[in-house]
DNA sequence: AGATACTGCTTTTTT
DNA sequence: AGCAGTATCT
C-alpha cells in the first residue's frame, strides 16, 4: 500500500487534510464533504508515511457503526491485523474497556454493570422515594438530567452548585443516586466518561501509560463531545499533541446530553500551534439541496458562515406538502415512496422525524402498501420488557450486587415474593448495609422469615446460584437456555402479554415477545465465547439490533438524530410544524431553537437527489386527539427557487429570497358555527371566548381564549364545546 | 399476602 | 401506548 493509494481520490483540499504534518489538527467541514473519510485515510496514511504502529493508535467515532465502517476501510487498505491493532469505537465503549483493566486503580470493581437510561430511571425513583420527594415537583428524569450535566461537566455531589432550593434537592438526590449506584457496583452512560477523566487526572502512571499507549489521537463529530470527553482527549493529548479532530459546528445537535461546541475554542486555546483545514466541497448533494439547506442554516447567529458547494449543478426541486393529519402525511409518504420505487431502491429511501413516536403512522401506511421498511431506534431491542427480564438475570449472575435488576427480577415470572417482602429485604439492606439479593441471603440465615415467603426466597436465590455454577461450567449460551427453561418464561409471556389489535404481521403479541428472546438467543450464541461482563457492556453501549441484523433493502425510519452522518438519494422530512420541529420543550432560549434548526439541516443535507418536506395541518399528541398545528417556521427560510410547490407568478425584481417562499393556507370565508366574541363552555378547560374563526378544508379551526389556561386552537367539530348565552 | 383488574396521567432527541 | 397507584379477587 503507497501514499499514491491513500491519496487517490481526494480533491486538493482532502489531500492537504489527511497528509497535515503531525501535531494537532483540526478539519472544520460541511456536510457530505467526506469527513470521515478522511479522517479514515489520515489513520492509514500516518501509519505508511510516519510509519505508527496501530497499537499507538485511538480512533474515536460517534457510533458503533461509524466504528465498525472505519474498522472495514481500514482493512481494506492496511489489512485485517493493522485495522484490529488500532483502538477503535465511540467514547463510552473505549472508556469501559479502560475502566474494566483499570478498575481498581479506579476504585471501581471490574465485575461493575453499565446501567442504561432504564435502570437510572428506576435508581432515581428509588432516591426520590427513599428521600420522601415528591415525585410531581421533583421528576425522577429531570433529576436524572441535572446529574447528567453534572457529570458531563466532572462536577461530584458535593461540589453541584446550590443557589436554590431546588438545586439543594438536586444534589442530595445526585448524591444518593450516586450512592446507591455504586453500592449497585454499577456504572451509568455518563460515569463511563467521568471515571475515566478522574483517573487521568488523578493518577499519572495510568495517565502516563495510556499517552504512550495512545499517542495518537483521532476523533470524529468532535463538536458534539462533551466537558468529560474533551478532559479525557485532553489529558491523553498534551504529552504528544498528535491529536486529529473533525467537526462541523452546524450539525452540532448534542448539546442537550452535554456536547459543547465550544470545546473547539478551548482546543484552540489548549493547543495555539493547532493547524486548521477546510473542507468546503459537498459530493452528496444537488445545488438545490445544498441551496435550500443552507438558507436554514443561515438563519442561525454567531456561526461561521461557509462556503460549501456542489458540483452537481441543478437537481430536483424540493416537494413541500402539506398534508391534513399525520395519517394523511404517512399516506403522501407511501405513495410518494412506491412511485419513487419504479427508479429507487428501497434501501434508497429514508423517512425521517423528529420524535420516535412520529414512525408508527408511517409504519402503518407502509405496511399497508408491502413496502419493506426497518425501523431505526424506536422501541429499542435491548429496551423492550422481556429483553430487560432476561439481562437482568444475567447481570444478577454477573453481579449479585445489582439491586436495580434484583428488583425488576426477584418476582418475574410472579414466584409468590409480592411487595410486601420486598418491602422487608430492602429494609433489611438498609440496616445491615447490605445489597438486597445478600439482604435476602441474610434473612434466610436468620429465619427472619417464615412460611411460604421463606420457600419462595430461597427458591430464588437457589435460582441464581444455580445459574452461576451452570455459568461457570458451561458458559453463556447454557446460561440463558437454563434461565429461560427454569423461569419458565415462554409460558408467562403467553399468560401475561394481553393481546391488542390484530398485528399485520399475523403474531400474537407473545409470540412477537417470543421472538424477541429467540433473537436475544441468537446474539447470545453468537458472542457464546465472551465473559458475561463483555457481553453486557457490549449490550449497554449496542443499544440497538437493528445494528447488528445486516442491510437489507428497504425503506429505512429513522430519527433526525440518529440520521447523523447517514446519507440517501431520497429523504422525506416529516412534521415540520411549530411544536414538532422546533419542539415544544425546545422553544424556550434562542440557543434551543438554534440547535433545532440545525437538526432540520442536518437532515436537508442527508439528500444526495430528492428531498420531501411534509406538514400536517392537524396532527395527535399522544392520546389526546388532533390539534390543529402550524407549519414550521423553518418553512420560512426556504428560497422559492428551490421548491417545486407551484408559485404564484413572481416578477423578476422582487427578492424572492428574503421572501418567505410559502404563504400558510388561509380559509376563504364561509359560513362558521362560532363566532368572534361567542363565550363559550369547554368541558376541560372551562369558560373563554372565541377570538378567531377560520375555515380550512372541512374544518372549522376556532382560537378561544379561556380564562384560566390561556390561548387554545381548537377544531369546533370535535372539541367539546357549547356556546353560552349572551349576558 | 399476593395476583390481577381498572383508572388516570404523561411522552424529545441517545451513548 | 405504558406505568403507577388503587380496588378487588384468590
Known amino acids: 500500500m503507497d501514499t499514491v493509494n491513500l491519496l487517490e481520490g481526494l480533491n486538493a483540499q482532502q489531500r492537504e487534510a489527511v497528509t497535515a504534518p503531525e501535531g494537532p489538527v483540526l478539519v472544520l467541514a460541511g456536510p457530505g464533504s467526506g469527513k470521515t473519510r478522511v479522517l479514515t485515510r489520515r489513520a492509514a496514511w500516518m501509519q505508511v508515511e510516519l510509519a505508527v504502529s496501530p497499537w499507538r493508535m485511538m480512533a474515536v467515532t460517534f457510533t458503533n457503526k461509524a466504528a465498525r465502517e472505519m474498522r472495514q476501510r481500514l482493512a481494506a487498505m492496511l489489512g485485517e491485523n493493522a485495522a484490529r491493532a488500532m483502538a477503535l469505537g465511540t467514547f463510552h465503549a473505549l472508556c469501559a474497556r479502560i475502566l474494566r483493566r483499570e478498575a481498581e486503580v479506579a476504585g471501581l470493581s471490574p465485575d461493575y454493570v453499565i446501567f442504561d437510561s432504564d435502570d437510572q430511571l428506576s435508581l432515581m425513583k428509588q432516591v426520590v422515594r427513599e428521600l420522601g420527594l415528591d415525585d410531581k415537583r421533583y421528576r425522577p428524569r429531570s433529576l436524572l438530567n441535572s446529574v447528567s450535566r453534572a457529570k458531563n461537566e466532572l462536577i461530584p455531589p458535593t461540589e453541584y452548585p446550590t443557589t436554590t432550593y431546588h438545586d439543594l434537592v438536586a444534589a442530595r438526590a445526585y448524591a444518593r443516586y450516586q450512592e446507591l449506584l455504586r453500592k449497585s457496583n454499577g456504572l451509568d452512560f455518563d460515569d463511563l466518561l467521568m ?6 487526572q488523578a493518577d499519572d502512571l495510568v495517565r502516563e501509560k495510556y499517552q504512550h499507549r495512545y499517542r495518537h489521537i483521532l476523533v470524529d463529530e468532535f463538536q458534539d463531545t462533551n466537558m468529560a470527553q474533551y478532559v479525557i482527549l485532553n489529558l491523553l493529548a498534551r504529552e504528544h499533541h498528535s491529536l486529529y479532530v473533525v467537526a462541523d459546528e452546524d450539525q452540532s445537535i448534542y448539546s442537550w446530553r452535554g456536547a459543547d461546541a465550544r470545546n473547539i475554542r478551548r482546543l484552540r486555546q489548549d493547543f495555539p500551534e493547532l493547524r486548521t483545514y477546510l473542507l468546503e466541497e459537498n459530493y452528496r448533494s444537488t445545488q438545490v439541496i445544498l441551496d435550500a439547506a443552507q438558507a436554514v442554516i443561515a438563519r442561525n447567529r454567531g456561526r461561521t458562515p461557509k462556503r460549501l458547494f456542489t458540483r452537481r449543478q441543478g437537481g430536483v426541486a424540493i416537494r413541500l406538502r402539506e398534508a391534513y393529519d ?3 402525511e404517512a399516506r403522501f409518504v407511501a405513495e410518494e415512496i412506491q412511485r419513487l420505487l419504479r427508479s429507487y431502491r428501497p434501501g434508497d429511501v429514508a423517512v425521517m422525524y423528529r420524535t420516535n413516536a412520529q414512525s408508527r403512522a408511517l409504519e402503518e401506511s407502509l405496511v399497508h402498501r408491502n413496502i419493506p421498511y426497518r425501523l431505526i431506534g424506536a422501541t429499542r431491542f435491548y429496551a423492550r420488557k422481556e429483553i430487560k427480564d432476561l439481562l437482568a438475570y444475567l447481570r444478577l449472575v454477573q453481579n449479585p450486587d445489582d439491586d436495580v ?42 429465619r427472619a422469615v417464615k412460611g411460604r415467603t421463606y420457600n419462595a426466597l430461597l427458591a430464588f436465590v437457589s435460582l441464581v446460584q444455580q445459574w452461576l455454577q451452570v455459568y461457570q461450567e458451561t458458559g453463556l449460551d447454557a446460561l440463558l437456555e437454563s434461565i429461560l427453561a427454569d423461569t419458565n418464561y415462554r409460558a408467562y409471556l403467553r399468560t401475561h402479554t394481553q393481546e391488542r389489535a390484530p398485528r399485520s404481521d399475523g403474531l400474537s403479541a407473545a409470540d412477537a415477545r417470543w421472538e424477541n428472546v429467540m433473537a436475544l438467543q441468537a446474539v447470545v450464541s453468537e458472542a457464546a465465547d465472551l465473559p458475561l461482563g463483555d457481553f453486557l457492556t457490549e449490550v449497554a453501549l449496542v443499544a440497538d439490533v437493528d445494528e447488528l441484523s445486516e442491510e437489507q433493502d428497504a425503506v429505512t425510519l429513522l430519527t433526525l438524530h440518529s440520521a447523523k452522518g447517514l446519507e440517501y438519494p431520497v429523504v422525506f422530512i416529516t412534521g415540520l410544524e411549530e411544536g414538532r420541529l422546533p419542539h415544544s420543550r425546545s422553544l424556550d432560549t434562542e440557543q434551543e431553537i438554534a440547535e433545532e434548526r440545525r437538526l432540520l439541516y442536518v437532515g436537508m443535507t442527508r439528500a444526495k437527489e430528492r428531498l420531501y418536506l411534509t406538514y400536517a395541518f392537524r396532527r395527535s399528541w399522544g392520546w389526546g386527539g388532533g390539534e390543529p398545528s402550524e407549519p414550521s417556521r423553518f418553512l420560512d427560510d426556504l428560497p422559492a427557487e428551490v421548491l417545486s410547490r407551484p408559485q404564484p407568478q413572481r416578477t423578476r425584481a422582487t427578492s424572492t429570497w428574503s421572501q418567505p417562499a410559502w404563504r400558510p393556507s388561509r380559509p376563504q370565508q364561509r359560513v362558521t358555527q362560532y363566532h368572534v366574541g361567542d363565550r363559550v363552555q369547554h368541558a376541560h378547560y372551562g369558560e373563554g371566548t372565541v377570538m378567531e374563526c377560520e375555515l380550512s378544508g372541512h374544518e372549522e379551526v376556532v382560537t378561544v381564549l379561556f380564562e384560566h389556561v390561556g390561548a387554545k386552537r381548537l377544531l369546533a367539530g370535535r372539541a367539546p364545546l357549547t356556546v353560552l348565552p349572551k349576558h
Open 195 to 200: 471515571e475515566t477523566a478522574k483517573l487521568f
Open 326 to 328: 399525520e395519517v394523511d
Open 405 to 446: 435488576s434484583l428488583l425488576r427480577a426477584i418476582n418475574v415470572p410472579p414466584r409468590g415474593i409480592g411487595a410486601r417482602t420486598i418491602a422487608r429485604v430492602s429494609e433489611a439492606a438498609a440496616e445491615q448495609g447490605l445489597s438486597r439479593y445478600r439482604a435476602v441471603l441474610w434473612l434466610l440465615e436468620q
